[in-house]
Each structure stands twice: as C-alpha cells, then as structure tokens.
C-alpha cells in the first residue's frame, strides 16, 4: 500500500511566515480553500495517529485518501512522486474546478441531488473529458470510464410521479428565439442546438449557467434531399464510413458542454442499417447519447445511450394544436410511467410549453430532462 508521510500540525509551530508567503504568491485565489482543506487535514491525522509511533509524524494511506476524491485529484496526483508537501499540493489541488458540491456522485456520475431551480451546471469544459481534434476539441471517455453523457447531463432524482422530458431544438441561430428559450424554460428542459450557429460555446455556456442540459444538432440527409438541404456537414446515407466520422467529428467538435446529440431531419439516413450503424459507433465511443426526434424509434444502437421522442409537439403550428399534443404526453406518462417529446424554437411553441410547464407539477407530473429517460 503506498504511503505518505506528512508532519503533524500544531498550533505551537505553526509556520506563519510561510503563510504569508502563500498568500502573496500566484496561488491566493485558491487560499481559503487551502486553509479549509489543511485545517481539516490536520484534524485527522491528529485522530489518526495510532499509539506507539513517533509523535512528531503519521502515516496515512494515499490510496484511502483518494478513494473518493473529486474529479481531477487522482489525475493531478498519478505523476507526482515523493511525498506530498502539504502547503503547495494543498494549494495546487484546491485550485482544480470542481462541480458544485451535493450534485453529483463522481464515482460513477450517479445524480445525488438535482440543482436548485436555476442553479448552474458545471461550466465546460471539464478536464478529462476531451483531446484535441482536426477542428477543434472533441468529446472523451475519461481514463475512469465516465462518459461526457454522465459529465454534462443535469442531475435528476425522481419522485415517484411520472416522468415527462421536453427537447427544444434549432437553437443558436435566431438570437431573440434562443434567449427566450434559455431564461423563459424550465431548467429540467432541454435545449439542442445547430452546429452552425455562430457563437456556438457561448449560446451552450449561457445554456448551462441556466441549468439546461445540452445537446447537439448533427444533420443528417432527409428523404428529398437535395430539396432539402441540412447543409455542408450533412451526413449521407451512401458515403463510406470514414467520411461520416470525418463530418460527425467537425459537428462535435464545434464547442463543449453538450451530453449527448440528436438528429435534424435524417429520414433517409437513419433508415439505412450501415450509414446508422457507424454513426451510432462513432458516438458511442465518444461516451454521447444520442436522442432523436422520434425518427429512429425502431434503432436500437447497439450499447448506445438512446432515447426517442414519441411526438412532435408542433407538427402542427398553432395553439390548439401543441396544447393537444402536451395533453398526449401527459396521458403517454399516466400509461407508461414516462414520456418524451420534442420540438422547436417558434415563438408560439416557447410560449405553450413555458406556461404547460409552469402547472405540470400541480397535475402530478415531474418535469424531467431528457437524459432521465435515456435507455442503454
């Protein structure tokens, strides 16, 4: 077992001129935490320090130590070697961005509690969860086996009533639509938006600060293209499979933060078994989920993360309409236990689903975001 041996602390010898000589260096932003964290340090090797041994010293297991540390702590320690000096590796772990306590459980990214209404998510990028790429960074598997799906999906316990997620998508080009999207929704919505947005991370940063869970838009070829063009980074049902993962990974690779994909049209391509089958490898390696729109119900993808929308809010675009369609997902939830659905950004779609919402926990519903109704 590997070891460390630090000096006990005591209030007699207690270093003040190399206190303040942390404080004057580059690591005062992360002072008080260091304090904090080497207050408590020194509380427990006080009790731990087992009878019989030196008084002046005490061995406390690294291992232990670290078994249920945050995010980063391993990774910032696994190449240090020697002992650990208290006052700089102290500093130097406190100065690591970590998620808001009480969130999540980072042994496995199990949601302990959701955030409070309005609470940020965890600002993106977190460390371990992307590489550079040909375009830009790209999404990883951490070396611990946590996917960026567990990493950037809002926290979520249920209550025992039935569950109802919403997807609002085409977001990131119309500014005046995606604002009101972003600070008129509930948190527990989620929001997609399109790759080719300009100001892509900031519209997906804003998205979290807000408590939005995020996914990304990847287009995909619809039954009449090229009537209906997606765009340059489309991918098409008959390219080879190197070509769609070349197209996926510039998509990917337009900003961070986004816990899984879902599909602008693509009735061509998700009908075709080979075109699915690598798009789904390729995002299932990257540790994303992929939620559709309903349009590739039947798919099951193999180990994927996946989730389909049973209805499309406003297939239809009017009010009766969408409050029909709100009143199916609420039945499709009594009957099930769950149900998801999706839409997108039009003005009178914001306005429905924002007042839908604000009473859905009054008629015995919880409000979900979509990874909650992910299946693997």
């Excluded at 999906?153 to 919403?166: E, M, Q, S």
């Excluded at 287009?219 to 063009?229: A, F, G, Q, R």
């Amino acid at each position: 077992m590997a070891t460390i041996a630090l000096p006990r602390i005591s209030v007699p010898h207690f270093d003040l001129g190399r206190i303040r000589g942390l404080l004057s260096s580059r690591y005062a932003g992360a002072g008080a935490a260091a304090l904090v964290l080497a207050a408590a340090m020194a509380i427990l090797l006080k009790l731990l320090s087992p009878a019989g041994h030196d008084p002046n010293r005490v061995r406390v297991s690294l291992r232990a130590a670290l078994a249920h540390a945050p995010q980063g702590w391993r990774e910032t320690l696994s190449p240090f070697k020697g002992p650990l000096q208290v006052g700089q590796d102290v500093v130097r772990l406190s100065e690591r961005p970590l998620p808001p306590m009480g969130t999540v459980n980072w042994r496995r990214g199990v949601a302990l509690a959701p955030p409070a209404p309005g609470a940020p998510l965890p600002a993106a990028p977190i460390a371990g969860f992307f590489a550079p790429g040909p375009a830009g960074p790209l999404p990883i598997i951490a070396q611990d086996g946590r996917t960026p799906f567990e990493a950037y999906r809002r926290p979520f316990l249920g209550n025992g009533r039935p569950k109802i997620a919403l997807v609002i998508g085409g977001l990131g080009l119309n500014e005046r639509a995606t604002t009101a999207a972003i600070e008129t929704l509930p948190p527990e919505i989620t929001l997609s938006f399109t790759p080719y947005a300009e100001g892509l991370q900031g519209w997906i940063d804003m998205a979290r600060a807000h408590g939005h869970e995020v996914l990304l838009e990847t287009p995909m070829e619809p039954i009449d293209y090229p009537d209906n063009d997606p765009g340059p980074y489309t991918l098409m049902s008959g390219a080879q499979g190197p070509e769609t993962v070349r197209k996926l990974e510039w998509i990917l690779s337009r900003a961070t933060g986004y816990c899984g994909v879902t599909n602008y049209l693509g009735s061509r391509f998700l009908a075709s078994d080979g075109a699915y089958q690598t798009f789904a490898n390729a995002v299932r390696g990257r540790g994303l989920a992929f939620i559709d729109d309903g349009s590739a119900a039947r798919r099951s993808g193999d180990g994927l993360v996946r989730g389909s929308a049973e209805r499309v809010i406003d297939d239809q675009l009017n009010q009766t309409a969408i409050d029909q369609q709100l009143l199916a997902l609420e039945a499709g939830a009594l009957q099930r236990g769950q149900a998801l659905g999706s839409g997108f950004a039009y003005p009178v779609t914001l306005e429905k689903v924002a007042q839908w919402a604000h009473s859905l926990d009054q008629r015995g519903f919880q409000l979900a975001p979509a990874s909650a109704l992910t299946r693997q």
